[in-house]
């Protein structure tokens, strides 16, 4: 028989999983909550952007700096792990500020910890538009990742991505290696796969995991849980609106734009018979004029 388990033992392992989620919770904050992605509210312009040492559109240096990495906006350790030592007074403004993130152009506190780590893990490292193709200092807007294939996206992009990622790249959804029917899609390649061609070879699977995808390792979805569509194509005018409409006989026989350079050539070929009609009137006049002084 094992042995029952005491309180305080109980009490350490309950303790042990909670440290365990905790950290694990750290590695899946989402990008927007993210500190050096916070929506910040410039003091002079009053225009909203993403959290920066100075402001995007006016250059200003805001009062009250936001740390990247920790969040805080002030230093209230009287003794910690601070480069600039203040004991006993708390530190506001550029006080409090060590150094500016390369990446995220964002002020770091002067923490010791956080000038260590933030440059390593800084969540906008690779942060470049998938659509636009800017990073963090080409705009001024935040940065977000899309839900389907998990690639940045700027604030002026995110939605019109969004409701036009699930599309894939062929016409059909047949698999890319045989015609059954695609059972796993990836939505950063845009292509599915059959039971057989989505597993390689002496690879390793982990059980009730996402099977990531041959081509890129993203982790597939299956089709039918997904609003995937197809690729569709628009050959030549039909689409298109026309000058004329489709019921005229004498745009169809004229044929668009060439049959309205005809009428207009026709316009000026009336115009210069009416000129060469009043010429010869008066060249008449002015002979029946000069019979008429000669009798």
Not at 64 to 93: E, W
Not at 163 to 176: D, H
Request: charged share 35%; net charge negative; hydrophobic share 20%.
């Amino acid at each position: 028989m094992p042995k029952k388990k005491t309180g305080q033992r109980k009490k350490a392992e309950k303790q042990k999983l909670r440290q365990k989620e905790i950290r694990t919770a750290k590695d899946n904050v989402a990008l927007a909550q993210h500190p050096c992605n916070v929506c910040m509210e410039c003091e002079k312009c009053h225009r909203k952007q993403k959290s920066r040492a100075f402001c995007y559109f006016c250059q200003s240096v805001q009062r009250l700096p936001v740390c990247a990495q920790c969040g805080k906006v002030k230093c209230m350790l009287k003794t910690g792990d601070c480069v600039v030592k203040h004991p006993g007074v708390f530190t506001t403004g550029i006080g409090m500020v060590g150094a500016i993130c390369d990446f995220c152009e964002a002020w770091i506190c002067h923490g010791r910890k956080c000038l260590q780590t933030h440059a390593c893990t800084c969540p906008l490292q690779d942060a470049v538009c998938i659509e636009c193709q800017r990073g963090v200092w080409d705009h001024g807007g935040r940065l977000f990742k899309c839900s389907f294939c998990d690639s940045f996206l700027c604030e002026d992009d995110q939605f019109e991505h969004q409701a036009s990622c699930q599309v894939l790249e062929s016409e059909n959804y047949k698999c890319q290696s045989c015609n059954k029917l695609g059972q796993y899609s990836c939505l950063r390649c845009k292509t599915c796969y059959c039971e057989d061609h989505v597993r390689r070879k002496g690879f390793k699977y982990e059980k009730n995991k996402a099977i990531p995808c041959p081509k890129c390792g993203y982790d597939t979805s299956q089709t039918k849980d997904l609003s995937m569509s197809t690729r569709s194509h628009k050959f030549g005018r039909q689409g298109q609106a026309t000058y004329y409409d489709d019921d005229d006989e004498s745009y169809k026989e004229g044929g668009g734009y060439g049959y309205y350079e005809a009428e207009e050539s026709d316009e000026d070929d009336d115009d210069e018979d009416d000129e060469d009609d009043e010429e010869s009137e008066e060249v008449s006049e002015e002979e029946s004029g000069n019979e008429n002084d000669e009798k």
